[in-house]
């Protein structure tokens, strides 16, 4: 049996922008990630869309939550 827990089962990738906009705002995103969906006129859906579409920066995000939630545990 596997002992590694995936820390981001179980959750959509809206919730995780949805946290991470509520903790750090879009202009803190942008810096931290530099993606266009955060950058010009950030919305939840836009940022959705993008980032299904750009793996890369999913995964910046995916990493930038999973630092988040382990620095406040």
Partial sequence: MN???????????KT??????????WKTLA???????????PSINSSLKFLRKNLPFRIK?????????RSKA
């Fill in 61 to 69: 995000v995916e990493k930038f939550y999973i630092e988040f939630k």
């Fill in 3 to 13: 002992n590694f827990r995936d820390p981001l089962h179980g959750l959509t990738l």
């Fill in 16 to 25: 995780i922008v949805t946290e991470l906009v509520n903790e750090f705002g």
């Fill in 31 to 41: 810096e931290e990630i530099k993606a266009d969906c955060f950058i010009y006129d």
